[in-house]
């Protein structure tokens, strides 16, 4: 998908999206939400809604990558490296909405 939509090959689109998930390590924040505790009844759902969200934004990454304007923020990325590292899914959370802020 991210191929079509962005006119991409798909090697270059699977490059794209590789290369952002490494330089936002969003396959870290992935597991840790993932493994985050998620208690009480809308814990799974967030766990899911936040799955979610992290392809999204990583899908919209690397099309402004593919496109020649992938941002680069060390304060983000150290962000989201804390979120990985704290592992509960409020720190996530934010790691989130900082990357959204970028995509």
Known sequence: RLAASAGATPE??????????A???I??????TAAAPAPGPFGARARA???AD???IQARLAAARLAGG??????????VREAAQAGD???IGVACHALAGLA
């Open 89 to 91: 899914l409020a720190a």
């Open 27 to 32: 396959d870290a924040l992935r597991q840790a």
């Open 49 to 51: 809604a936040l799955l």
């Open 23 to 25: 330089d936002f390590q």
């Open 70 to 79: 992938a941002p680069a923020d060390a304060a983000v990325a150290g962000l």
């Open 54 to 56: 992290l392809g999204a």
């Open 12 to 21: 270059a689109a699977a490059q794209s999206w590789g290369a952002v998930g």
